[in-house]
């Protein structure tokens, strides 16, 4: 492999050439990056593609002159239980054109870009999967949920009574060009509450609103809509589209929620009062929620209200920096376990003891003290931030209890209020 340092660094793998592009080629890396997602037909949005270069951070496969791999990556950062965050790793618009597969592209772009962010300081490297078979090679595994709700509105008949609101507070919408403004900053207040969560940068917002287009994009405006309190401070958005359904004289429309943000009960239930009394609305559909969120307990039905075919697992991660990781996190008891972790690659091998305190500090240190647990770098990543327990884990065969009762106390340590979630694809 070459010097992840030196951005002119070129590998080889089969034959076929690994390296960073330069500005002027990110139209190229667009147009192999659209043929790998299939989707040939999309024009470049090389402007668009321009913002998002950063040197050394878009990698390409060369076969000659041609460009047949893609893949990138960006700094974030990553919200963890107890409300710390670390510096992570981002990867994204991975793709090898189907005359390239089984090469060894991917694995040298992702070698490559590891050993680069663990030199940069990254503690973890999160991905959202598309296949669920790619990515546990090089250590990462499944480590947030997804979840959503189909809501029948002629079942529930909306919210419960009793529901705490806000006195004096009001519901208001809102522009395009406000909710890039106050989206963004009630964003970056909520994100540090939810573990799992992960930053949004300008961009981000203006592709939201319509400001910025990519070819392909199927912008329709939101009902965009905020809740202030009674000082005036924002404290929750949503964002919601209807579709326009008549069944003969009766109205029969769809309306689904694309991003819903509450920093507390009070302002969900104001928010969801709107949603859920919408005019000629039969269906409320929210795709996208937490796996805590307690929507359907809200509702005076809760059988009104039916898992998203969507819900499965989201971010994949994999632990760098096994002590900046798990030294930044909180716990949930105190305790001690060992740990065995196996890790092809290398950053997180080795035997290390997780020892957690009374006012749920911990620390992640080597120790050649006997393992009670021994796993996998993708399971470590699993476990990292709540999304799975040992002793499930151990029921699946996927990590081996050395110590009888081991499981069940690192799941005590490991337990946490909220189970990680991130409502930004990337």
């Known amino acids: 492999m070459g010097n992840s340092n030196d951005h002119a660094a070129v590998d080889t793998v089969s034959g076929l050439q690994v390296r960073a592009v330069s500005v002027d080629e990110v139209a190229e890396w667009n147009r192999a990056l659209n043929f790998g997602f299939l989707r040939p037909e999309v024009a470049v949005a090389e402007d668009l593609r321009r913002r998002y270069w950063e040197p050394g951070r878009m990698l390409a496969g060369f076969d000659g002159e041609r460009q047949i791999a893609t893949f990138r990556s960006f700094d974030t950062e990553l919200t963890v239980p107890g409300g710390a965050v670390v510096p992570a790793d981002a990867i994204t618009n991975v793709a090898v054109t189907a005359t390239h597969r089984r090469r060894g592209l991917l694995s040298a772009m992702m070698r490559r870009n590891l050993a680069a962010a663990a030199e940069r300081g990254s503690a973890v490297a999160i991905l959202a999967a598309a296949e669920y078979n790619i990515y546990g090679r090089f250590g990462f595994g499944p480590a947030t949920q997804g979840a959503g709700w189909n809501i ?47 930053e949004r940068d300008t961009l981000w917002w203006e592709r939201t609103s319509g ?202 340590l490991l337990r946490t209020p909220l189970r990680a979630w991130t409502p930004t694809e990337f």
């Open 152 to 198: 029948e509105l002629r079942r529930t008949r909306g919210l419960r009574e009793g529901l705490p609101g806000v006195p004096g507070g009001r519901t208001d919408f809102v522009t395009m060009a406000e909710l890039r403004e106050l989206g963004a900053d009630l964003h970056e207040r909520w994100r540090r509450t939810q573990p799992g969560a992960i």
């Open 211 to 412: 400001e910025v287009r990519a070819p392909g994009d199927e912008f329709k405006e939101p009902f965009a809509a905020v809740h202030r309190d009674a000082a005036g401070e924002v404290t929750g958005l949503v964002l919601y589209r209807i579709a326009n359904k008549w069944d003969g004289a009766y109205p029969d429309c769809k309306l689904t929620v694309s991003e819903f943000i509450a920093l507390d009960l009070p302002t969900a239930v104001e928010l969801w009062r709107l949603v859920l009394s919408v005019d000629w609305v039969s269906r409320v559909e929210v795709p996208k929620l937490a796996p805590d969120d307690p929507l359907p307990l809200l509702l005076q039905d809760p059988r009104a209200a039916t898992p998203h075919e969507d819900n499965g697992d989201l971010v994949w991660l994999r632990v760098l920096d096994v002590e900046a990781a798990f030294g930044a996190r909180s716990y949930g008891a105190p305790g001690r376990v060992v740990l065995e972790v196996d890790d092809r690659l290398g950053y997180a091998s080795g035997r290390w003891a997780l020892e957690t305190a009374e006012d749920g500090t911990g620390r992640c240190v080597r120790t050649t003290d006997d393992a009670d647990l021994a796993l996998g770098a993708s399971e470590l990543g699993s476990l990292y931030l709540g999304a799975e327990t040992a002793s499930r884990l151990a029921a699946a065969a996927l990590l081996t209890e050395l110590r009888p009762g081991a499981a069940a106390a690192a799941d005590l």
